[in-house]
Each structure stands twice: as C-alpha cells, then as structure tokens.
Antibody, heavy 123, light 110 residues
Framework: EVQLVESGGGLVQPGGSLRLSCAASGFTLSYYWMHWVRQAPGKGLVWISHIDSDGSITTSADPVKGRFTISRDNAKNTLYLHMDSLRAEDTAVYYC????????????????WGQGTLVTVSS | QSVLTQPPSVSAAPGQKVTISCSGSNSNVGNSYVSWYQQLPGTAPRLLIYDNNKRPSGIPDRFTGSKSGTSATLGITGLQTGDEADYYCEAWDSSLSAVVFGGGTKVTVL
C-alpha cells in the first residue's frame, strides 16, 4: 500500500524558515516524479513544485520561486520542501503527491496524496 | 483568480446527473492532459480521472471525463449523497511552466 506521510509543519513567524518532509513507503520513490501542492484554509488547491525521479529537474510556481526548494533523498525514501522567507499568505496545508506519469509536465497527474501538514505563518 | 475556470457550485437530486466544466486555453487544457480530483470535507483530494478520460482502479464508472478543445468536463451520474464534495480540474500550463488547478466546484446533492 502506497503511503505518504508529511511532517514538519507548525507555527512560524513571518520571515522564518521551515522544512517539510514526506516519508514514502509501499513503492520505490526513485521511480517517480513528486510534487508539493498546498491548500489555504477554505481555499482551493495550488501547485507548488515538482521534482523528477532523480532530482535533476525541479520547477516551482511563481509565488514561491526563490523562496521554496524541493529536494529528495531516494535512499531515505523521503521528499523535502525547504521554505524560506515565509509570509502570511503561505499559511496552508501542504500535501506531498506522487505522480506516476514518469514524464511530468503535461502528462502529470496526482495519484496518491499524503494527509497533509499544516503550516501557519503568523506573529 | 484561477487559470482554469470552473462553476463554483452545481446541484442535483439523488440519482440524477451533474456535469462540471473546466475552461482553459491553448496553453493549458488545449495542449495538456486533464485530470480531475474529488475532495471530501476534511480529507485529502482523490484522483478521479486522468489523461482526460481514464479512471484509476477503484473509481466507479459513474464518473466520466471528456475534453474538447480548450474545455474539459467531468460527469457524475447516479448522484449519491456520498458524492457531496469539492471537485477540481488540473492541467499543465506551458506558458507558466506550472501545473494549474481550477478554482473548484462544490457538488450538492439536494
């Protein structure tokens, strides 16, 4: 059974940093593109970033570009999202998502989701 | 303001059919596969449709997807109370080099 378990969320002050982790099990992480998607309270889904199977290709959405960094450690079966210069508008539940397309881009789709971890940016 | 446009809400009686539209442009829906997700209250989203019209294992055939030009549609037949949820479309936008979602549609079973 595929499992994605996010951790690392919490309360952080504006301008602060946080690192989210996503522990993957039930499949071989190194075969898959992975994504982070967030959802602000009461709002819709917003894609944040993706990374290809070996970490050589990463792309991030404009609102987080230069502040958030996606990475992975396939040996540890773990996906990461390092977040710097956090703002109040970054407050959201952050989901780790598995993409089985093997190609990303216009072929990407989100088959498996974690339960999400809440990040609250507030003073 | 979402790149993909969905109606905020749709409703129908149990057993009836609803359709949810997802309108985009040539930089996204028109040149990308479209996926659909269901999000029940308080839970993570679930994949319903991928590659425009394919269902993952375990998704009933009451859920169908289609695409024509720059618009996509999710259909739900035999509506059940358990279908009350938010539904999102998703595609790749080549101009933004980003995945984009619709704003979501709330389905209410009357």
């Amino acid at each position: 059974e595929v499992q994605l378990v996010e951790s690392g969320g919490g309360l952080v002050q504006p301008g602060g940093s946080l690192r989210l982790s996503c522990a993957a099990s039930g499949f071989t992480l190194s075969y898959y593109w992975m994504h982070w998607v967030r959802q602000a309270p009461g709002k819709g889904l917003v894609w944040i970033s993706h990374i290809d199977s070996d970490g050589s290709i990463t792309t991030s959405a404009d609102p987080v570009k230069g502040r958030f960094t996606i990475s992975r450690d396939n040996a540890k079966n773990t996906l990461y999202l390092h977040m710097d210069s956090l703002r109040a508008e970054d407050t959201a539940v952050y989901y780790c998502v598995r993409d089985p397309s093997a190609r990303g881009g216009s072929w990407a789709y989100f088959q498996d989701w974690g339960q999400g971890t809440l990040v609250t940016v507030s003073s | 303001q979402s790149v993909l446009t969905q109606p905020p809400s749709v409703s129908a009686a149990p057993g009836q059919k609803v359709t949810i539209s997802c309108s985009g442009s040539n930089s996204n829906v028109g040149n990308s596969y479209v996926s659909w997700y269901q999000q029940l209250p308080g839970t993570a989203p679930r994949l319903l449709i991928y590659d425009n019209n394919k269902r993952p294992s375990g998704i009933p055939d009451r859920f169908t997807g289609s695409k024509s030009g720059t618009s996509a549609t999710l259909g739900i037949t035999g509506l059940q109370t358990g279908d009350e949820a938010d539904y999102y479309c998703e595609a790749w936008d080549s101009s933004l080099s980003a995945v984009v979602f619709g704003g979501g549609t709330k389905v209410t079973v009357l």
